[in-house]
């Protein structure tokens, strides 16, 4: 049976009505086939107008609605809900755009009505054979997995947790904290960067909702949002952490020093280690690739001294497969590899270090015990140069973005090298200052004023040694002259770049990335903490470089977005997925190898769509050569239909 | 050669980008010729040729597939697809008699306003000269 169509143009004021002959609309429409009524109303989307949308529904018996008027991303939704309380399906109703598409941008009103005119009909077309759907309903997974112990991920855990959600952490590294751990002091307030992160730390592996991954990996994820299935891989540790007893024994008779990781190299550390005191989860590690061999006959004689037998040779990579409702990827940075800054000496003189090798120097805990010491001679330098946005804002070269933090903590270095060495000078390299935060300009004010830091403004074009000490040439774009400074030691504020891995991860949760590698948001304003892959989120650096309190607040984000999903019973998943005609499909697989979501595979010969995955994109449907997979509500027939409307009909 | 001919002309809009383009032209309030009829689809990577075949078929004079610039995608890759398919499209028209010119495909994001006005402005300037599409058109 034919439907029965109501067609309903919107004046939207003047908008349309000043260049669309609205009645004229409604007149053609109520002689095309199908329509039984028409109407014209002033505004459609207010209340009344919506109210007579519905009257007419149930007095007319419409099984179908199309509303001439703006945009559907305006008003669709209204529409669909005032024509779901008359009785009908919402997917029976559908907009014609005249409003943007035809009345606004046309002042010929026989044209406009004309156009208006093909628009509605092929919407009627369309509607003629769109199908009552329903949405899909998808359970949910109550538990949510966060990749990337750093400062972002251990708060998004803790906030995930602390709101009765079981938190699934996993970690690269054999202890969580990431690069905050690694800092001396924070700025702008110079609070203490391990103080007020080791107690979040503990936090988490205290936690009973939250269960830790370290030195492990995501490998795979499988699913949908509110059901991914996550594959870790988590390397052996060759030690039990609940049999070591932290004695340090083992490290005592290690044969074997590797450079430290934790301090950058500034210092080695034994093939069995651990990363640093306060590490969590508290143990030891043995790097299977510095010690000589697991064969106990190889060395074996941390083996020998541990007396709780806490150290097992025989330890193999375990995969575990969690099932998670949302993931939220929290992996941070790396700094820009030194290889790329050869004009610097970067890599090749001892006392050029980067910033974070410099955080190391100035922490109590580091490699000199807080003191500023020169790599090369343990020498205290005199003058110092600091070089900002080395390998940022250099789009020929390097990366074109700014990497946002480097300018705050150059002023934070050259403040804390002023408190250690009084009578030194200090020196900043920089492009321009960017201290945007609450209290960042006033910190930089006072490393310039106070501290009596001298901030030249331009490039340096090299470093290189010359009877031990490090040569800077530059240039002061203000004062317009060359500069030479015979330095002690150099700290290139080094660009902020994805961590390593970010590539492989996004290919893994199919979550796009930026030109610059970073994880896309979906939304560059309004939607800064989700990705463009459903039910997964995103937090700190990975997504962008920023600072402790941006990481912070955007970790909250993610876990409140998380919790906005794995709070309601069932997820709705739109219905306009794509479908198959079994008699048409030879089971060739071509829409299976289009398909960007993964969401088609062969079963029995004949392509099968999962309707959780399918996003409605219709790239199978272009692909097919038979015609055998279409999108519900938009079919090669309703296209078609669509077309002869838009062209004016065969006649 | 019918100069005065008004062209027939069917835009493939993709609903992410393109057509989101050509809402911010009419938000804009920028002016192009009324030739041009829309519809609007989920990805330009859903527009068969067939589509295309049975515009010229029902009379279109001209073709317009547009979607989000490449790497935009909503659907992270069916422009690639769309560019891949339209460009052999476009190969092969003069193959069935009809000027390659009638077929054409763009990049418009939400925020190109202008782009899109500009693109059709140049389309219709390019399709007037070639007078009604009689090649495909299905015989009345
Ligand atoms: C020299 C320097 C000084 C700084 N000083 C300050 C300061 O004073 N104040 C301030 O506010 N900010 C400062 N910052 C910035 C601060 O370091 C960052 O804002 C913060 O560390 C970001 O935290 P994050 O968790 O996003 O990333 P990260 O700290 O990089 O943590 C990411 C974590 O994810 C892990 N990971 C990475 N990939 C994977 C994977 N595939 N699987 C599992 N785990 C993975 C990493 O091992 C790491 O533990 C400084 C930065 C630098 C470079
Ligand atoms: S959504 Fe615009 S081209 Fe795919």
Same mark, same amino acid.
């Given at each position: 049976m034919r439907k029965k169509i109501g067609v309903f143009v919107c004046h939207c004021g003047i908008n349309i009505a000043g260049t669309v002959d609205v009645k004229k609309v409604a007149q053609e429409l109520s002689e095309f086939p199908g329509v039984s009524y028409t109407v014209d109303y002033v505004y459609m989307c207010s209340d009344p107008g919506q109210n007579l949308i519905i009257q007419k529904i149930k007095e007319e018996k419409l099984d179908g609605v199309v509303v001439a008027c703006c945009s559907p991303n305006l008003h669709e939704t209204t529409f669909r809900r005032a024509a779901q309380s008359a009785g009908l399906n919402p997917y029976e109703c559908e907009i014609a755009n005249i409003r943007e598409q035809c009345s606004w941008v046309h002042k010929d009103k026989d044209k406009a009505t004309e156009k208006a005119i093909k628009i509605t009909k092929g919407i009627v077309e369309k509607l003629r054979w769109n199908e009552p759907l329903q949405p899909i309903k998808v359970p949910v997974t109550k538990r949510a997995l966060i990749i990337g112990g750093g400062i972002a991920g251990i708060q998004t855990a803790l906030d995930l947790a602390n709101s009765d959600i079981e938190v699934v952490l996993v970690e690269k590294n054999p202890s969580i904290g990431g690069h905050m751990i690694q800092l001396s002091e924070t700025f702008p307030t110079l609070d203490c960067s391990q103080c007020i992160l080791t107690p979040k730390m503990v936090e988490v592996s205290k936690h009973p909702k939250i269960k830790l991954y370290t030195?492990?990996? *995501?490998?795979e994820v499988t699913g949908y949002v509110g059901n991914f299935q996550a594959k870790i891989l988590k390397k052996p540790r060759y030690v039990d952490p609940d049999k070591c007893t932290l004695c340090d024994e083992c490290t005592q008779v290690c044969p074997v020093v590797v450079p430290n990781e934790f301090d950058l190299g500034l210092t080695g550390r034994k093939a069995?280690?651990?990363?640093?005191?306060?590490?969590?989860? /508290?143990t030891y590690t043995l790097d299977i690739e510095a010690c000589p061999g697991v064969l106990p006959i190889a060395c074996g004689k941390c083996w020998d001294v541990c007396e709780p037998k806490a150290i097992d040779f025989d330890m193999k990579p375990e995969i575990v497969e969690e099932k998670v409702g949302a993931i939220v990827v929290a992996t941070g940075y790396d700094l820009?590899?030194? %290889?790329?800054? /050869?004009e610097y000496g970067y890599g090749k003189?001892?006392? *050029?270090?980067?910033g974070l090798q410099f955080e190391r120097l100035l922490s109590a805990s580091g490699p000199t015990r807080g003191k500023i010491l020169r790599p090369s001679d343990h020498k205290e330098p005199k003058e110092i140069v600091f070089i900002q946005c080395v390998g940022s804002r250099d789009p020929e070269l390097h990366n074109k973005y700014c990497s946002k933090i480097c300018c705050m903590y150059t002023a934070k270095h050259a403040k804390l090298y002023k408190h250690h060495v009084h009578d030194g000078q200090a020196y900043v390299f920089y492009i321009?200052?960017? /201290?945007?935060? %609450?209290g960042y300009e006033e910190f930089v004010n006072r490393t310039m004023e106070e501290e009596g830091v001298l901030y030249l403004r331009g490039k340096v074009s090299k470093v290189f040694e010359e009877n031990g000490k490090l040569v800077v040439w530059g240039v002061d774009t203000l004062a317009g002259q060359d500069i030479e400074i015979r330095a002690d030691m150099v700290v290139l504020a080094m660009a902020i770049r994805p961590s390593s891995g970010a590539e492989k991860l996004a290919k893994i949760l199919k979550a796009a990335q930026d030109t610059d590698g970073f994880f896309a948001e979906?939304?560059? %304003?309004?939607?800064? *903490?989700?990705?463009?892959?459903?039910g997964v989120f995103l937090a700190g650096v990975a997504q962008a470089p920023k600072d402790i309190p941006d990481t912070v607040a955007q970790a909250g984000g993610a876990a409140i977005k998380v919790v906005s999903i794995l709070s309601q019973p069932e997820l709705l998943h739109s219905p306009l997925v794509a479908q198959v005609n079994e008699h048409l499909c030879t089971g060739c697989s071509m829409c299976v190898d289009v398909c960007p979501f993964s969401a088609l595979s062969i079963v029995e010969g004949k392509a099968k769509v999962n309707e959780v995955l399918c996003e409605g994109c219709g790239t199978c449907a272009a692909t097919c050569l038979r015609s055998a997979i279409e999108v519900k509500n938009l079919t090669h027939l309703q296209v078609h239909d669509m077309l002869t409307a838009s062209l004016g009909g065969l006649k | 050669m019918n100069s005065e001919h008004e062209p027939k002309i069917v835009a493939f809009l993709c609903k992410w980008c393109s057509s989101a383009g050509s809402d911010m032209a009419g938000v804009s309030r920028l002016e192009y010729p009324s030739n041009v009829i829309p519809i609007t689809v989920m990805c330009s990577g859903s527009v068969s040729p067939l589509y295309i075949l049975s515009a010229f078929n029902l009379g279109a004079d001209g073709v317009l597939v547009s979607g989000c610039h490449p790497g935009d995608c909503h659907y992270i890759k069916g422009n690639m697809y769309a560019r891949r398919r339209m460009a052999l499209l476009k190969e092969l028209l003069p193959y069935i008699g009809l000027e390659p010119e009638r077929f054409q495909m763009s990049w418009v994001s939400a925020a190109e306003g202008l782009k899109f006005t500009q693109i059709i402005k140049e389309f219709v300037k390019q399709l007037k000269p070639l007078g009604p599409q009689t090649q495909l058109r299905r015989s009345l």
């Amino acid at each position: 049976m034919r439907k029965k169509i109501g067609v309903f143009v919107c004046h939207c004021g003047i908008n349309i009505a000043g260049t669309v002959d609205v009645k004229k609309v409604a007149q053609e429409l109520s002689e095309f086939p199908g329509v039984s009524y028409t109407v014209d109303y002033v505004y459609m989307c207010s209340d009344p107008g919506q109210n007579l949308i519905i009257q007419k529904i149930k007095e007319e018996k419409l099984d179908g609605v199309v509303v001439a008027c703006c945009s559907p991303n305006l008003h669709e939704t209204t529409f669909r809900r005032a024509a779901q309380s008359a009785g009908l399906n919402p997917y029976e109703c559908e907009i014609a755009n005249i409003r943007e598409q035809c009345s606004w941008v046309h002042k010929d009103k026989d044209k406009a009505t004309e156009k208006a005119i093909k628009i509605t009909k092929g919407i009627v077309e369309k509607l003629r054979w769109n199908e009552p759907l329903q949405p899909i309903k998808v359970p949910v997974t109550k538990r949510a997995l966060i990749i990337g112990g750093g400062i972002a991920g251990i708060q998004t855990a803790l906030d995930l947790a602390n709101s009765d959600i079981e938190v699934v952490l996993v970690e690269k590294n054999p202890s969580i904290g990431g690069h905050m751990i690694q800092l001396s002091e924070t700025f702008p307030t110079l609070d203490c960067s391990q103080c007020i992160l080791t107690p979040k730390m503990v936090e988490v592996s205290k936690h009973p909702k939250i269960k830790l991954y370290t030195y492990s990996e *995501v490998q795979e994820v499988t699913g949908y949002v509110g059901n991914f299935q996550a594959k870790i891989l988590k390397k052996p540790r060759y030690v039990d952490p609940d049999k070591c007893t932290l004695c340090d024994e083992c490290t005592q008779v290690c044969p074997v020093v590797v450079p430290n990781e934790f301090d950058l190299g500034l210092t080695g550390r034994k093939a069995i280690y651990i990363p640093f005191p306060q590490a969590i989860p /508290a143990t030891y590690t043995l790097d299977i690739e510095a010690c000589p061999g697991v064969l106990p006959i190889a060395c074996g004689k941390c083996w020998d001294v541990c007396e709780p037998k806490a150290i097992d040779f025989d330890m193999k990579p375990e995969i575990v497969e969690e099932k998670v409702g949302a993931i939220v990827v929290a992996t941070g940075y790396d700094l820009y590899d030194k %290889k790329n800054m /050869a004009e610097y000496g970067y890599g090749k003189y001892p006392d *050029v270090l980067d910033g974070l090798q410099f955080e190391r120097l100035l922490s109590a805990s580091g490699p000199t015990r807080g003191k500023i010491l020169r790599p090369s001679d343990h020498k205290e330098p005199k003058e110092i140069v600091f070089i900002q946005c080395v390998g940022s804002r250099d789009p020929e070269l390097h990366n074109k973005y700014c990497s946002k933090i480097c300018c705050m903590y150059t002023a934070k270095h050259a403040k804390l090298y002023k408190h250690h060495v009084h009578d030194g000078q200090a020196y900043v390299f920089y492009i321009d200052i960017r /201290a945007g935060g %609450k209290g960042y300009e006033e910190f930089v004010n006072r490393t310039m004023e106070e501290e009596g830091v001298l901030y030249l403004r331009g490039k340096v074009s090299k470093v290189f040694e010359e009877n031990g000490k490090l040569v800077v040439w530059g240039v002061d774009t203000l004062a317009g002259q060359d500069i030479e400074i015979r330095a002690d030691m150099v700290v290139l504020a080094m660009a902020i770049r994805p961590s390593s891995g970010a590539e492989k991860l996004a290919k893994i949760l199919k979550a796009a990335q930026d030109t610059d590698g970073f994880f896309a948001e979906a939304h560059p %304003k309004l939607r800064p *903490v989700e990705s463009l892959t459903a039910g997964v989120f995103l937090a700190g650096v990975a997504q962008a470089p920023k600072d402790i309190p941006d990481t912070v607040a955007q970790a909250g984000g993610a876990a409140i977005k998380v919790v906005s999903i794995l709070s309601q019973p069932e997820l709705l998943h739109s219905p306009l997925v794509a479908q198959v005609n079994e008699h048409l499909c030879t089971g060739c697989s071509m829409c299976v190898d289009v398909c960007p979501f993964s969401a088609l595979s062969i079963v029995e010969g004949k392509a099968k769509v999962n309707e959780v995955l399918c996003e409605g994109c219709g790239t199978c449907a272009a692909t097919c050569l038979r015609s055998a997979i279409e999108v519900k509500n938009l079919t090669h027939l309703q296209v078609h239909d669509m077309l002869t409307a838009s062209l004016g009909g065969l006649k | 050669m019918n100069s005065e001919h008004e062209p027939k002309i069917v835009a493939f809009l993709c609903k992410w980008c393109s057509s989101a383009g050509s809402d911010m032209a009419g938000v804009s309030r920028l002016e192009y010729p009324s030739n041009v009829i829309p519809i609007t689809v989920m990805c330009s990577g859903s527009v068969s040729p067939l589509y295309i075949l049975s515009a010229f078929n029902l009379g279109a004079d001209g073709v317009l597939v547009s979607g989000c610039h490449p790497g935009d995608c909503h659907y992270i890759k069916g422009n690639m697809y769309a560019r891949r398919r339209m460009a052999l499209l476009k190969e092969l028209l003069p193959y069935i008699g009809l000027e390659p010119e009638r077929f054409q495909m763009s990049w418009v994001s939400a925020a190109e306003g202008l782009k899109f006005t500009q693109i059709i402005k140049e389309f219709v300037k390019q399709l007037k000269p070639l007078g009604p599409q009689t090649q495909l058109r299905r015989s009345l």
